[in-house]
C-alpha cells in the first residue's frame, strides 16, 4: 500500500480543546511585523534591560564549575520542586515569612495559572475574576470548563461587596479570586491599601482563596506598592511570580508560592506537565541574583519605564485634547488604559490605526463578560520617546478618521 493510498486519519478533538482559541494579543503581534509598525501593542518588557553581560558570566561560571555534581549537573535531569538555591533566594526576597519548601518553580508564572487550574478548577466550577482581567489567565482557565464570572472592579480594584454578591452557595461557591493588584494587566491600575485590606478580610470572611498574580510589582515608580495580598493571609492565598519583567522573558521562569495544604498537588501537576522547569536557567538565575543584583539592576527598569510613561502621558495630552478620551495615569508597570469617545469602537479602530503605522490592544479581550468596545491597551516600554510622541499622533489621526462622518 502507497502512502497516498492511506484514508485520512479521524481526530476527534477533546470538549476543552474547542474552548481554546488563539491570543488575540499574539494575532495582533503578527501585524506589527509589517516594517514601520509602531507598535504599543505586547506586553513585552524592553530589550534594553536584559543583562546580557551578567547572564554571559553567570553561564561560563555555571558551566565551568557548579558546585556538587559539576558542570554537568546544570544540564541533567532535576527536581520538579526547582534548584533549592533558587527556591531559598525567592523565598528571602518576599515580604512575608515564607518556608522554601512552599516555593515550585515554573516555567513562567503562566504555568503557575495553568497549574492552579489542574489543581483548583472542575467543569462548572465558579471562578471569579476582576473587570477587565489578564487574557493570559482566561487562557489558562477556559480549557477547565469553569463558569467565569467578572467581579466589578474600580480605579482602586475589587469591590468587595459585588465579591460578596458574586460568591455564590454551597456546590456552587466560587473556588478562588484571581487578582493582579499590582499595576495590572492590562489596565495599570493599583489596588489602594484601603481597598486590599477590605479584599483580604472579607475573602477570610467568606472562605475564598484568592491567587495574586504579580508580575510587575517591582516595576514601581516613585514607590513601592502596598504589602501584598498574601503577606495579609499566607494560608488563604497562592501567590505567582515571574522573572521575566526584572532579568529576561526567554528564561520561561517564574514562581508560586502555596500553603502546605495546597503545595503538594501543584507539585504533582507541575511533574505530569514537564518534569521540571529548565535547570540550567534556574541556575544562570540563581548565580546572576547573588550579591544582591537585582537591588541594583531593577531600579535602572524603573527609571527608564518611567520616561516612557511620561513621554506617552505628554503624548496624548498633546494629541488628544480635542478628541475626548479618557487615560489614565500608572504609578508603574507598563500599560495605559484608553477610553474612546462614545460611539467609537477601538476594534474597528485598530484597522485604521495600523494603515496610519501604530498598533494597540483593543479591551474587549480581557474582559470574561459585558467587554467595554470603547477601551484599549497601550503599552509604552517598548519604544523610544520618539517613536511614542509619532505613534501617538498616528494613532489621533486614526481617531480623527473614524469620527468622521
Known amino acids: 500500500m502507497k502512502l497516498n493510498d492511506l484514508q485520512p486519519t479521524a481526530w476527534t478533538l477533546a470538549r476543552r480543546a474547542a474552548k481554546m482559541n488563539p491570543s488575540v494579543i499574539r ?15 505586547g506586553g513585552l518588557p524592553s530589550p534594553q534591560t536584559f543583562p546580557v553581560a551578567e ?8 558551566l565551568k564549575d557548579d558546585g556538587k555534581g559539576g558542570p554537568q549537573a546544570a544540564l541533567q535531569y532535576a527536581a520538579s520542586e526547582g534548584y533549592a538555591p533558587l527556591r531559598e533566594a525567592v523565598a528571602a526576597m518576599l515580604p ?3 518556608d522554601p519548601e512552599q516555593v515550585l518553580i515554573t516555567t513562567g508564572s503562566q504555568q503557575g495559572l495553568d497549574l492552579v487550574a489542574k489543581v483548583l478548577i472542575d467543569e462548572g466550577s465558579r471562578v471569579l475574576v476582576e473587570t477587565p482581567t489578564y487574557l493570559g489567565a482566561l487562557q489558562a482557565f477556559t480549557p477547565m470548563e469553569p463558569v467565569i464570572e467578572a467581579v466589578g472592579s474600580d480605579a482602586e480594584g475589587v469591590d468587595v461587596d459585588d465579591l460578596t454578591a458574586k460568591m455564590g452557595t454551597g456546590a456552587d461557591r466560587a473556588r478562588f479570586l484571581y487578582v493582579l493588584p499590582n499595576f495590572q494587566n492590562p489596565t495599570g491600575r493599583t489596588m489602594t491599601e484601603a481597598r486590599r485590606a ?23 515608580f516613585d514607590e513601592p506598592p ?13 501567590y505567582l511570580g515571574s522573572f521575566s519583567k526584572v532579568l529576561a522573558p ?4 517564574g514562581f508560586c508560592v502555596a500553603p502546605k495544604a495546597i503545595a503538594p498537588k501543584l507539585l504533582q501537576a507541575k511533574q505530569a506537565a514537564d518534569l521540571h522547569s529548565p535547570g540550567f536557567n534556574q541556575r544562570m538565575v540563581a548565580e546572576v541574583m547573588k550579591g544582591g543584583f537585582l537591588d ?15 513621554a506617552m502621558l505628554s503624548a496624548l495630552e498633546r494629541e488628544m485634547q480635542d478628541l475626548g478620551l479618557q487615560w489614565n495615569t500608572p504609578d508603574g508597570g507598563m500599560f495605559l488604559w484608553v477610553r474612546l469617545p462614545a460611539g467609537m469602537n477601538a476594534v474597528e479602530l485598530l484597522p485604521k490605526a495600523v494603515d496610519k503605522g501604530v498598533a494597540f490592544v483593543p479591551g474587549a479581550a480581557f474582559y470574561a463578560a459585558d467587554a467595554d468596545p470603547r477601551t484599549l491597551r497601550l503599552s509604552f516600554v517598548t519604544s523610544t520617546v520618539d517613536q511614542i510622541a509619532t505613534g501617538i499622533a498616528a494613532l489621533a489621526a486614526a481617531i480623527r478618521e473614524h469620527r468622521s462622518p
Open 96 to 98: 512575608w515569612a515564607v
Open 55 to 62: 547572564f554571559a558570566e553567570a553561564c561560563a561560571k555555571v
Open 296 to 310: 541594583r539592576h531593577v531600579p535602572t527598569i524603573r527609571t527608564l519605564y518611567k520616561s516612557q510613561r511620561d
Open 250 to 253: 526567554g528564561l520561561r521562569l
Open 226 to 238: 502596598p504589602l501584598p495580598l498574601t503577606a495579609r493571609n499566607p494560608e488563604g492565598c497562592i
Open 27 to 41: 494575532e495582533i503581534l503578527k501585524i506589527t511585523e509589517r516594517p514601520g509598525i509602531i507598535s504599543f501593542a
Open 198 to 220: 477590605a479584599l483580604s478580610a472579607r475573602a477570610a470572611e467568606l472562605g475564598l482563596p484568592l491567587v495574586e498574580d504579580n508580575p510587575y510589582g517591582d516595576l514601581w
